[in-house]
Each structure stands twice: as structure tokens, then as C-alpha cells.
């Protein structure tokens, strides 16, 4: 399965809600994870099963989805959010998609 | 703590080989099924290898099968990478990471270790 992140590049501004997009070749059965990776820092999971928010992770951030279209939504953009984010598939061998680097406006 | 800790990157010529390791602590190993993750410098990330707790279930990326072994010592709580035939194109961060939940294949990796460099050249 191929996974195909959009936009490549999202410039935002504080306090703006956001929203990421992740779309699959196939459907992914919401076997689907975020992952938000800072300059020269380890990816950190912040959803999985679509939905689930992994723990510690702030609840401005969410995930919703289905068949083979996902989306990430931080709902309250704050500054420490600035990194890569990641979507990764489960549901047939794994996958990561390219990455949607979000920077501040 | 769950702690991964990987070692054996360096430098290495095209076509030779190198083993890579990854330590676990905090965690009961033995229980948990484990994966390499790449990630070339600059680049996006790449799932290479996944081994189920007992080493009954392996799988390998296409872009690496046959090249590359991953193993388990669950004595030692650790996980290996073997990579023959190496490419310039396996040049990478390489990282172990735990499969969640356990005694699924269908896995999200909450923990990773802070990866070891690998640099594939002549």
C-alpha cells in the first residue's frame, strides 16, 4: 500500500487549526498511525487505529478517517508543533507516507 | 523505562557488510515482537524488517530482501540486523523499534531506540 501525504509543506500560524491529509493505494481498514518527528529528534507516535491518541500526547491533536482517506488535525496549532508528520500504514506489510513538514507562518 | 539502544553503524564500502544491534531494557523482550526502521539522511522513513517474539514470523521490505537477516537473541534481549551486499542506497539512520501491541503483526511502534548511522561508500 501506498501512502501519499498532502500538502508537502503547510505554513500556519499559531492558533490556527490544522489539518493533514493522508490517502492510501488500497483501503487501510483504520490500521493507520501519526507520527511527528522534530529536527534531529526520534519519530514520536501520536495516534494509532486512526484515532486512539497515544498517551501524553495533548488532545489538540486528533485523527479521523476511513477506507483509504485519513486526516491529522491539531486544532489549536502551538509552537512546539512545528516538525514533520509521518502517517503509517498496518494494515498490509507497513508503510510510511513522505511527510508533511508544518512550519510557522 | 522501555530503552533501545542501538549499536554497530559506521562506514563501509559498497558490497560488504555489517551487523547492526539494538539492546532492550524495561520491558519483558521475550513478549514483544521488534522492527528496523530506516531513515536516509533528509529523508522519510522507511520499515525494513519485523520479527515476532519467538522468530516463527519475519518479514523484510522489498528493497532489502535477501540482503538483509534480522534476528533475536531473547537470552540477551537483543535484536540483530545483518546487511550483505550493501548500496549506497542503504545509506540511513537506522533505528529498532518495539511492535505494539504484542502478538500482533498489525503494529504501531510507540518506542524507538535513537538510531545508529549506517554510510554506505567507497
Known amino acids: 500500500i501506498q501512502l501519499t501525504q498532502s500538502p508537502s509543506l503547510l505554513s500556519a500560524s499559531v492558533g490556527d487549526r490544522v489539518t493533514l491529509s493522508c490517502k492510501g493505494s488500497?483501503?487501510?481498514?483504520?490500521?493507520l498511525a501519526w507520527y511527528q518527528q522534530k529536527l534531529g529528534e526520534t519519530p514520536k507516535l501520536l495516534i494509532y487505529?486512526?484515532?486512539s491518541l497515544q498517551t501524553g500526547i495533548p488532545s489538540r491533536f486528533s485523527g479521523s478517517g476511513s477506507g483509504t482517506d485519513y486526516t491529522l488535525t491539531i486544532s489549536s496549532l502551538q509552537p512546539e508543533d512545528v516538525a514533520t508528520y509521518f502517517c503509517?500504514?498496518?494494515?498490509?506489510?507497513?508503510?510510511f507516507g513522505g511527510g508533511t513538514k508544518l512550519e510557522l507562518k | 523505562e522501555v530503552q533501545l539502544v542501538e549499536s554497530g553503524g559506521g562506514l563501509v564500502q559498497p558490497g560488504r557488510s555489517l551487523t547492526l544491534s539494538c539492546v532492550a531494557s524495561?520491558?519483558?523482550?521475550?513478549?514483544?515482537?521488534m522492527n528496523w526502521i530506516r531513515q536516509a539522511p533528509g529523508k522519510g522513513l522507511e520499515w525494513v524488517a519485523y520479527?515476532?517474539?519467538?522468530?516463527?514470523?519475519?518479514y523484510y521490505a522489498e528493497t532489502v530482501k535477501g540482503r538483509f537477516t534480522i534476528s533475536r537473541d531473547n537470552a540477551k534481549n537483543t535484536l540483530y540486523l545483518q546487511m550483505t551486499s550493501l548500496r549506497s542506497e542503504d545509506t540511513a539512520l537506522y533505528y529498532c523499534?518495539?511492535?505494539?501491541?504484542?502478538?500482533?503483526?498489525?503494529?504501531?511502534?510507540?518506542?524507538w531506540g535513537q538510531g545508529t548511522l549506517v554510510t554506505v561508500s567507497s
Open positions: 523499534a518495539r511492535a505494539d501491541p504484542m502478538g500482533s503483526s498489525r503494529n504501531w511502534f510507540a518506542y
Open positions: 524495561g520491558f519483558t523482550f521475550s513478549n514483544c515482537g
Open positions: 520479527i515476532s517474539s519467538g522468530s516463527s514470523y519475519i
Open positions: 488500497q483501503n487501510i481498514n483504520n490500521y
Open positions: 487505529n486512526t484515532n
Open positions: 503509517y500504514q498496518y494494515n498490509n506489510g507497513w508503510t
